[in-house]
């Protein structure tokens, strides 16, 4: 079945520095990939998507590259801020009507510090 | 325009209740979905429902049951719970008759199973 794999969290980092969160992904066919971002006692917000290969979906300074060849979705910032602190979700979800169900990562907390 | 909302906020249960849990899309929005996200994971797809039908189930016993009604908003219900029935419950809308879709998260529901 799908799945979702993101590296292992929590990363900690001082404010302005670059950020990598890795994300793979195990599908058949060509799902939708996309970056949820949850605050403390929020629901999931979507950050950005990618619908097919090289796609590269980009949000508030944050950006994404569906790789295809690596069955990849590693999300990147190139200066965070304290405000960027939240827990990052990976997930995939295969598109056409009838898609139904999204699957996700087990989530990467990111803790920014001044 | 409001979007997805979700009631109660939180929610205390003894073992072996019953409990409902209620969502209304997102307007213009016709699909609900709804996950479960235990403390410290990615949320777990329960189920899909469209046109007042279940579409899809994940991976969840027949203790989980929902409904929908003619006006798209949705109720989820959990039987006899256990206390690993602890966790945040999300209800996602989007539009079914789409082929890229996108999901929209309420708030969530904190339930708490003592």
């Known amino acids: 079945g799908d799945s979702v794999t993101q590296m292992e969290g929590p990363v900690t980092l001082s404010e302005e520095a670059f950020l990598t969160i890795n994300c793979t992904y195990t599908a058949t066919g060509y799902p939708s990939l996309f970056w949820y971002v949850q605050y403390p006692g929020e629901g999931l917000q979507l950050l950005l998507k990618?619908?097919?290969?090289?796609d590269k979906g980009s949000n508030k300074g944050f950006e994404a590259t569906y790789r295809k060849e690596t069955t990849s979705f590693h999300l990147e910032k190139g200066s965070v801020q304290v405000s960027d602190s939240a827990v990052y979700f990976c997930a995939l979800r295969r598109v056409g009507t009838n898609a139904g169900k999204s699957t996700f990562g087990d989530g990467t907390t990111l803790t920014v510090k001044p | 325009d409001a979007g997805v909302t979700q009631s109660p906020t939180h929610l205390i249960k003894t073992r072996g209740q019953q409990v409902t849990l209620r969502c209304s899309p997102k307007?213009?929005?016709?699909?609900v979905s709804w996950y479960q996200q235990a403390l410290g994971q990615g949320p777990q797809f329960i189920f899909q429902?469209?046109?007042?039908?279940?579409?899809q189930r994940g991976n969840f016993p027949d203790r989980f049951s929902g409904h929908q009604f003619p006006n798209y908003s949705s109720e989820l219900n959990v039987n006899a719970l256990l206390l690993g029935d602890s966790a945040l419950y999300l209800c996602a809308s989007s539009l079914f008759a789409t082929v890229d879709y996108e999901q929209y998260f309420g708030p969530g529901t904190r339930l708490t199973v003592t």
């Open positions: 307007s213009g929005h016709d699909t």
């Open positions: 429902y469209y046109e007042e039908e279940e579409r």
């Open positions: 990618a619908t097919k290969a090289d």
